[in-house]
């Protein structure tokens, strides 16, 4: 059975920075892409940056130059480094596959919280 747990997330003034983990088990993650979605309150989820097999990334315009996502295979995790947070940014942070056995699978999320 696959799984997805996140975790770093936390209360971080506007202006800082953060990063994300996202371990997967019950399958290699190394084939196949994964992202990292957001959902503030009352709002939809939304795509904040993928990861595909061999490293291409892509990000959402609102978070581009400020967000970094990689990986490391040999770990199965990925990670969403973030910087000059916004209070914008402020939601669940969640991980998921985009292929594979782990598409359609989500973690329960960590909340990052944006606020002075």
């Known amino acids: 059975q696959v799984q997805l747990v996140e975790s770093g997330g936390g209360l971080v003034q506007p202006g800082g920075s953060l990063r994300l983990s996202c371990t997967a088990s019950g399958s290699d993650i190394r084939p196949y892409a994964l992202g990292w979605y957001r959902q503030a309150a009352g709002k939809q989820r939304e795509l904040v940056a993928h990861i595909y097999s061999l490293g291409a990334t892509t990000y959402a315009d609102s978070v581009k130059d400020r967000f970094s996502i990689y990986r490391d295979n040999d770990k199965n995790e990925i990670y969403l480094q973030m910087r000059a947070l916004k209070p914008d940014d402020t939601g669940v942070y969640y991980c998921?596959?985009?292929?594979?056995?782990?598409?359609?699978?989500w973690g329960q999320g960590t909340q990052v919280t944006v606020s002075s």
């Open positions: 998921t596959g985009l292929q594979g056995p782990f598409r359609g699978f």
